[in-house]
């Protein structure tokens, strides 16, 4: 039987009963929309977890911090220096699996302009941090090695930092003196502000304008407490880490007594050159910093693969309940299908006598059943695609998330596979069934 013949056969008998059609095809609809949906949602959360994770630095960017010492080493824990920027030099020296290095110093602090004040979180950089921790310049520029070695008094700022000090959040101080903890900087760089999806629509929609003016109106001039995930980049006032060094860390008091410019520093981040070495790359590290740290373990790395696995790990349960989920609703599409078309058998046995009276074979009435189920299957799958669709619509703009559902070309085919398969397995016994008529038996069939 020619596959071309047996489609229009299945449509035929699929419009001669609509209604008893439709029913049948319902658990494919919703088993393939649900999961359609199932796939935009997952795809949504994992699109999300990346751009967060690449716009605080990515998988490649570790941090090198203090660490508790093992008991063996408690006794003799002093002996190290801790964690200094001399180690940072050996990592530029020695390891090459590494892209950057960038040392920090962390300051607590007071910005000041005119009548305002605000608390930043003030941090001595090196140019290098620019690449470590994926920052973006909106205006001007990033600290530079010139202003290391001149020890200039210029600061980077968050665009957070800006919305503080000037009543025009959007405004473009370039060139213009801030206040550090009373002493003078010159604004040479604006950092982009940095959003979570909802907050982009919000300010596309003007309700965080909105709700600061309520505040300003019942005398709140303070603004709400908002987890904000990007508030290290959008509050940061970026300063030469040699200025940090020589107005805030000149002098190091323990016990009274000045013991001279503190060595130490807050944080060393690197980046690491190819992710396909990143073991190799933290090996490479801790065999050097062991080395400065006279084999005292006083040191730790904060590396974002654990957070990324843990991420991908809850993405595929996700995906999995979900995906099990909706194959329930497909089974039970299925099963539908089934029952419809050994129905379909029962009311057709005269017909099926007649095709094999004149010379159909058994295989042409298997393949004209099963034809007909994959077509119910197939219809109900291409429906199913168009109300998947809408409910990721309807979740878009009923319940706005940080991750919005991405329909994907993958998930639609896997999705319409998923259909076809349904109607193979469920189209199988009723046409085995059909196939085994006897021709005489089914012509006196009453």
Same mark, same amino acid.
């Given at each position: 039987?020619?596959?071309?013949?047996?489609?229009?056969?299945?449509?035929?008998?699929?419009?001669?009963? $609509?209604?008893?059609?439709?029913?049948?095809?319902?658990?494919?609809?919703?088993?393939?929309?649900?999961? /359609?949906?199932?796939?935009?949602?997952?795809?949504?959360?994992?699109?999300?977890? =990346?751009?967060?994770?690449?716009?605080?630095?990515?998988?490649?960017?570790?941090?090198?911090?203090?660490?508790?010492?093992?008991?063996?080493?408690? !006794?003799?824990?002093?002996?190290?220096?801790?964690?200094?920027?001399?180690?940072?030099?050996?990592?530029? =020296?020695?390891?090459?699996?590494?892209?950057?290095?960038?040392?920090?110093? %962390?300051?607590?602090? $007071?910005?000041?302009?005119?009548?305002?004040?605000?608390?930043?979180?003030?941090?001595?950089?090196?140019?290098?941090?620019?690449?470590?921790?994926?920052?973006?310049?909106?205006?001007?520029?990033?600290?530079?090695?010139?202003?290391?070695?001149?020890?200039? =008094?210029?600061?980077?700022?968050? #665009?957070?930092? *800006?919305? !503080?000090?000037?009543?025009?959040?959007?405004?473009?101080?370039?060139?213009?003196?801030?206040?550090?903890?009373?002493?003078?900087?010159?604004?040479?760089?604006?950092?982009?502000?940095?959003?979570?999806?909802?907050?982009? =629509?919000?300010?596309?929609?003007?309700?965080?304008?909105?709700?600061?003016? #309520?505040?300003?109106?019942?005398?709140?001039?303070?603004?709400?407490?908002?987890?904000?995930?990007?508030?290290? $980049?959008? #509050? +940061?006032?970026?300063?030469?880490?040699?200025?940090?060094?020589?107005?805030?860390?000149?002098?190091?008091?323990?016990?009274?007594?000045?013991?001279?410019? !503190?060595?130490?520093?807050?944080? *060393?981040?690197?980046?690491?050159?190819?992710?396909?070495?990143?073991?190799?790359?933290?090996?490479? /590290?801790?065999? *050097?910093?062991?080395?400065?740290?006279?084999?005292?373990?006083?040191?730790?790395? %904060?590396?974002?693969?654990?957070?990324?696995?843990?991420?991908?790990?809850?993405?595929?349960?996700?995906?999995?309940?979900?995906?099990?989920?909706?194959?329930?609703?497909?089974?039970?599409?299925?099963?539908?299908?089934?029952? *419809? /078309?050994?129905?379909?058998?029962?009311?057709?046995?005269?017909?099926?006598?007649?095709?094999?009276?004149?010379?159909?074979?058994?295989?042409?009435?298997?393949?004209?059943?099963?034809?007909?189920?994959?077509?119910?299957?197939?219809?109900?799958?291409?429906?199913?695609?168009?109300?998947?669709?809408?409910?990721?619509?309807?979740?878009?703009?009923?319940?706005?998330?940080?991750?919005?559902?991405?329909?994907?070309?993958?998930?639609?085919?896997?999705?319409?596979?998923?259909?076809?398969?349904?109607?193979?397995?469920?189209?199988?016994?009723?046409?085995?069934? +059909?196939?085994?008529?006897?021709?005489?038996?089914?012509?006196?069939?009453?």
């Amino acid at each position: 039987m020619h596959p071309l013949l047996g489609v229009e056969e299945g449509i035929k008998e699929i419009w001669a009963h $609509k209604f008893r059609s439709m029913l049948t095809m319902s658990g494919v609809i919703l088993g393939v929309g649900s999961l /359609m949906a199932m796939f935009a949602l997952t795809e949504g959360i994992a699109a999300g977890s =990346r751009a967060f994770m690449n716009q605080v630095g990515g998988i490649e960017r570790v941090e090198i911090r203090d660490s508790p010492v093992p008991p063996n080493q408690e !006794d003799i824990a002093e002996l190290s220096p801790g964690r200094t920027y001399a180690d940072a030099q050996a990592l530029r =020296r020695s390891a090459t699996l590494l892209e950057s290095i960038s040392t920090e110093i %962390d300051y607590g602090g $007071k910005l000041t302009r005119l009548n305002f004040q605000t608390n930043p979180r003030l941090v001595g950089v090196e140019p290098d941090n620019l690449v470590t921790d994926k920052h973006e310049i909106e205006y001007g520029r990033f600290i530079t090695e010139m202003d290391l070695s001149e020890r200039n =008094r210029v600061v980077v700022l968050g #665009r957070g930092l *800006i919305a !503080d000090l000037w009543e025009d959040e959007n405004a473009v101080p370039i060139g213009e003196t801030v206040l550090l903890n009373g002493q003078a900087f010159t604004i040479v760089g604006i950092l982009t502000q940095y959003l979570t999806d909802s907050a982009k =629509r919000q300010k596309a929609l003007g309700i965080t304008k909105e709700q600061d003016e #309520r505040r300003k109106a019942r005398g709140n001039f303070k603004k709400g407490r908002t987890y904000d995930p990007f508030w290290y $980049k959008n #509050r +940061a006032a970026l300063i030469p880490l040699t200025t940090m060094q020589n107005l805030f860390k000149a002098s190091n008091v323990v016990n009274g007594i000045d013991q001279g410019p !503190d060595p130490k520093v807050s944080r *060393i981040v690197v980046r690491i050159a190819d992710v396909n070495q990143f073991n190799a790359a933290i090996d490479q /590290m801790r065999n *050097i910093l062991l080395l400065m740290h006279r084999g005292i373990h006083d040191f730790g790395f %904060d590396t974002r693969e654990d957070w990324f696995e843990g991420i991908e790990r809850s993405i595929r349960a996700t995906r999995f309940s979900g995906g099990l989920i909706a194959g329930i609703g497909l089974l039970v599409g299925g099963l539908g299908i089934t029952n *419809i /078309m050994l129905a379909s058998i029962t009311e057709r046995i005269r017909e099926i006598g007649i095709r094999r009276a004149i010379g159909a074979r058994r295989g042409d009435i298997f393949t004209q059943i099963l034809i007909e189920a994959l077509v119910l299957a197939l219809l109900g799958g291409i429906i199913g695609i168009a109300v998947g669709y809408g409910l990721v619509q309807i979740l878009v703009w009923a319940a706005p998330s940080e991750n919005a559902p991405i329909v994907t070309s993958i998930s639609i085919f896997i999705s319409l596979g998923f259909a076809l398969i349904v109607g193979i397995i469920a189209g199988l016994y009723p046409a085995y069934k +059909a196939s085994l008529l006897s021709p005489i038996q089914a012509l006196r069939y009453e």
